[in-house]
């Protein structure tokens, strides 16, 4: 690894430990692509404090800019492959410092490898504020979802042409944005990306579930999953999720 390399990757966790405070609850959800995790994320957000990252939504929003690390995003992100760590950190310690993460967050997306799990709890030392969330489901369910997904291009919501379908054909329900296919949800990019996911899937569940506290879900409905969630997280801690109402 090169010097600067080094040197940036080492005050990026530097620069990350000084903010991340002891009174953020952070809850990181792992799973394959397809699991469901931004649709989890995002109705667990909207029902709590806690609001919702996800790595994937973040670095689509850096392609919309049409500077030259878009260019070599995109050439990563199109073929399913993973972005290198010097990108994703920064993208992802310039998100976690703004106000609404004060008291913590929903992650999504991250860490996707054993050295990003790592990097993650020597920046958040704080054991017992930070619970991984294992979301599981079959191969043939994945296929479906991610063959049938749709987002919104504006809020990044995310919708299935048959399983969740918008009100309004083409159009989000909650900001009118218009509705797209990711480039990456294509037969083959889909396989790409799950071979990705398995082969880096089993060091970081070792280590995490080893150490962290962890909870496994199955997400074979939305709801029955929601609930076995906040149950769980709430055996853990029940002031962990502070709801709203
Ligand atoms: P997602 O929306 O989580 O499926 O992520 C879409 C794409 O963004 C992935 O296929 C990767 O190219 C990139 N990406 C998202 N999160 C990460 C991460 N933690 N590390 C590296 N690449 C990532």
């Known amino acids: 690894m090169s010097k600067i390399k080094t040197v940036f990757i080492l005050s990026t966790f530097l620069f990350l430990g000084s903010f991340l405070s002891a009174e953020q609850n952070i809850l990181v959800f792992l799973g394959p692509p397809g699991a469901g995790k931004g649709t989890i994320c995002s109705k667990l957000s909207s029902t709590s404090h806690l609001p919702h990252i996800s790595t994937g939504d973040l670095l689509r929003e850096q392609l919309k800019s049409e500077d030259p690390l878009s260019n070599e995003l995109r050439s990563y992100m199109s073929q399913g492959q993973l972005v290198p760590d010097e990108v994703i950190l920064k993208v992802l310690m310039k998100r976690v410092q703004k106000d609404d993460c004060s008291k913590g967050f929903i992650l999504d997306g991250f860490p996707r490898t054993k050295s990003q799990a790592e990097k993650l709890v020597a920046a958040f030392p704080q054991k017992d504020h930070l619970i991984f969330v294992n979301v599981s489901i079959s191969d043939d369910a994945i296929l479906e979802r991610l063959q049938g997904r749709l987002i919104c291009q504006n809020c990044s919501r995310p919708y299935h042409i048959t399983l969740n379908p918008p009100l309004s054909k083409g159009k989000c329900n909650h900001c009118k944005g218009k509705l797209i296919t990711r480039e990456d949800d294509q037969s ?25 506290q962890w909870i496994e879900i199955k997400n074979d409905s939305l709801d029955e999953c929601f609930l076995s969630l906040t149950e769980k997280v709430n055996q853990i801690d029940p002031t962990f999720l502070e709801i709203k109402d």
Do not use: M, S
């Open 188 to 212: 083959d990019i889909i396989l790409k990306r799950l071979d990705i996911y398995k082969a880096q899937y089993a060091p970081i569940k070792k280590f995490l579930k080893e150490n962290y």
